[in-house]
C-alpha cells in the first residue's frame, strides 16, 4: 500500500485507471509517457474492440437491409 501511495504522489493520481470493460473493474497504472492507456490489459481492449466492431458491422447491416425493403427489395 505504501509504494502505491509514494508512486501515485510522484506521477499523479490521474495515471491511475478503472477497466472499463464489462466484468472487468481491475485498476491498473499507465506508467507509458503518452497517457494513453484505457484497459487494464491487451485482452480486455481486444474484447471491446471487437465488440465495437461487430456492433457496428451489425447496425450497417440493418441499415442496409431497411434500405432495401423501403425501396421494395432488391432490383430484378
Do not use: I, K, N
Request: charged share 30%; aromatic share 8%.
Amino acid at each position: 500500500m505504501w509504494g502505491l501511495a509514494t508512486w501515485s504522489c510522484e506521477r499523479g493520481f490521474d495515471r491511475l485507471g478503472v477497466c472499463p470493460e464489462d466484468g472487468c473493474q481491475a485498476v491498473f497504472l499507465d506508467e507509458g509517457s503518452s497517457r494513453r492507456r484505457q484497459f487494464c490489459s491487451d485482452r480486455c481492449g481486444t474484447r471491446s474492440h471487437v465488440r465495437a466492431y461487430r456492433a457496428r458491422r451489425r447496425a450497417a447491416s440493418l441499415t442496409a437491409a431497411g434500405q432495401l425493403s423501403r425501396a421494395g427489395g432488391p432490383a430484378r
